[in-house]
């Protein structure tokens, strides 16, 4: 399998996305070390959270657009340059307002990473396998998250929250090295592809509910009044605010309700992550066995995500009901595994939905959308616990969001004509 060159593309994006995570998650965990450095209060620390999500929904639509007019090659080499760079920035900020204008830059430079990543599985993969590529690609998300934990642990007792920042900028800069020499736009420009495996992708035989193909193009304003992409767009919206809920706020749950040193904290917090690496991966697997079986893509994105994404919700909402760290962690990591268990459904909907050459545009809509969740949510549960002192609410409300999100795709989620 791994020795296709498309294999080893989407491995190389998924090492790419982990850094991704990685980076931003370690923001999260440094967070109870450098809000008393700088005096922000929970309200303040909520705004902060939420201005990545600023600038990563803006440059979502921006980066899509971006990957289907320039090539998802350039648009992941600029973005992956420009998010290092603020994030080492974060390690020289001196305040709420300094730190409020790094956060929003470093996620506006994050904004394109995925939906250039649907941009290039569209490019490279036939549809049979796109949910597979989706999870493998995507699996090293939470991955770097898992593992953002003890190394910024390790990083911040060692030499301080600041340089901690200044040495995972650099890593950055290490992937580009690479992309830039591996990286092609489309199989047929790759000078060591195998003549089988460029007509193995070009074929896309596979019998499907709906078939894009680059000769169809529709205005964006006919997928945004769809009720088939908006109800998958809300649906994104629940994933996102539970995953940016507990991205920026488990570990001061842990830390503040739990009473867990930066330490402890930096490594129960992998646990989560651990199973949601798992989740990703076998999510995708699970979408491309039912689609096998059933030779019914919608049908087979439908079950997982209404059923994972339902479970998901009802765990994290059982949060706020324990008291003990044991049970909190396992609800938790069990709520993220079966959060990305979906995940990789999001996308495969939109590609078997959408044109191929409306894809990156309708996926940067999509990602914007849903990420509106990621200045919302974390501002939202500052709010809750400075207001109430509690953090159940906030795990009330999110769990409440998700279950809204998979009946919407429940009910609504349907194949799209684009030959009218």
């Known amino acids: 399998m791994f020795k296709k060159i498309r294999w080893n593309l989407v491995l190389f994006i998924s090492l790419g996305g982990m850094i991704n995570y990685m980076d931003r998650s370690a923001f999260a965990i440094a967070a109870p070390v450098f809000s008393k450095d700088l005096n922000l209060t929970p309200s303040e620390m909520g705004i902060l959270f939420s201005s990545f999500s600023i600038g990563y929904a803006l440059f979502n ?5 971006a990957s289907d007019k320039y090539g998802p090659k350039k648009v992941f080499a600029v973005s992956m340059a420009l998010w ?6 974060i390690g020289v900020t001196i305040g709420f307002i300094s730190m409020l204008i790094i956060r929003t830059l470093f996620g506006a430079a994050e904004g394109p990473f995925a939906a250039t990543l649907n941009k290039m599985v ?8 796109v949910a597979t590529a989706i999870g493998v690609a995507t699996a090293g998300n939470p991955i770097g998250g898992a593992i953002a934990g003890p190394i910024m642990g390790i990083l911040i007792i060692t030499t301080g929250w600041r340089v901690a920042f200044f040495i995972l900028a650099a890593i950055g800069f290490i992937w580009l090295l690479g992309w830039l020499k591996i990286a092609k736009d489309k199989p047929e420009q790759h000078k060591k592809i195998s003549k089988e495996e460029l007509e193995y992708i070009l074929s896309d035989d596979n ?7 680059s000769t169809i193009s529709k205005p964006l304003s ?4 769809s009720p088939t992409i908006l109800a998958t767009t809300l649906a994104f919206f629940s994933l996102n605010y539970i995953l940016f809920f507990f991205l920026s706020w488990f570990p001061s749950y842990l830390s503040n309700v739990q009473n867990l040193s930066i330490k402890d904290m930096s490594i129960v917090s992998i646990i989560p992550w651990l199973l949601g690496a798992i989740g990703m991966a076998l999510g995708g697997i699970l979408c491309d066995f039912v689609l096998k079986k059933t030779n019914r893509p919608l049908f087979s994105r439908k079950i997982v995500l209404v059923s994972c994404l339902g479970i998901s919700a009802i765990l994290v909402f059982l949060v706020g009901n324990v008291t003990s760290v044991e049970s909190a962690v396992a609800l938790m990591a069990f709520g993220i595994f079966f959060l990305y268990l979906s995940a990789t459904t999001y996308w495969a909907i939109l590609q078997d939905t959408v044109a191929k050459n409306n894809i990156g545009a309708v996926g940067g809509f999509v990602h914007a959308m849903a990420n509106i969740a990621g200045i919302l949510g974390p501002i939202i549960t500052g709010y809750i616990i400075e207001w109430s002192g509690m953090y159940s609410i906030a795990f009330f409300v999110a769990g409440g969001i998700g279950i809204v999100g998979a ?3 429940a009910l609504y989620v349907k194949p799209l004509n684009l030959t009218n």
């Open 61 to 65: 639509f921006i980066g899509g657009y």
């Open 84 to 89: 290092s760079i603020f994030c080492g920035m």
């Open 122 to 129: 569209n490019n490279w993969f036939p549809k049979k396998e």
């Open 207 to 213: 019998n499907v509910e709906s078939k894009n193909t």
């Open 222 to 225: 006919f997928y945004i009044k």
């Open 407 to 409: 009946i919407s795709v």
